[in-house]
Nanobody, 121 residues
Framework: QVQVMESGGGLVQPGGSLRLSCAAS????????MGWYRQAPGEQRELVAD???????NYADSVKGRFTISRDNAKNTVYLQMNSLKPEDTAVYYC???????????????WGQGTQVTVSS
């Protein structure tokens, strides 16, 4: 069984920074992709950024240059450093873990419970 747990959300003023963490535990395959998604009220869940175990990253255009995703494979943990936050970044942020086989997703993804990020003055 795999568990994914986020931490680090909160309230921040526009222009501020937050760092989210996501730790995965359990039977985790060596080849995987971990990422952050977000969902604002009334909106669909969208990709923010993801990173594979060998370091390939992918970002949404809306966060490029402001957010940085990184991971510690030894700890099965992924981080999202969010700088220059805007009110439109307000959402519940979810962590997702996907197993990969020869570069392709296999099986079902694992999701965390989500952590609220609110950007407001």
């Amino acid at each position: 069984q795999v568990q994914v747990m986020e931490s680090g959300g909160g309230l921040v003023q526009p222009g501020g920074s937050l760092r989210l963490s996501c730790a995965a535990s359990g039977s985790i395959s060596r080849s995987n992709r971990m990422g952050w998604y977000r969902q604002a009220p009334g909106e669909q869940r969208e990709l923010v950024a993801d990173v594979t175990n060998d370091g390939n990253t992918n970002y949404a255009d809306s966060v490029k240059g402001r957010f940085t995703i990184s991971r510690d494979n030894a700890k099965n943990t992924v981080y999202l450093q969010m700088n220059s936050l805007k009110p439109e970044d307000t959402a519940v942020y979810y962590c997702k873990l996907e197993k990969l086989s020869f570069g392709r997703v296999t099986g079902f993804p694992y999701w965390g419970q989500g952590t609220q990020v609110t950007v407001s003055s």
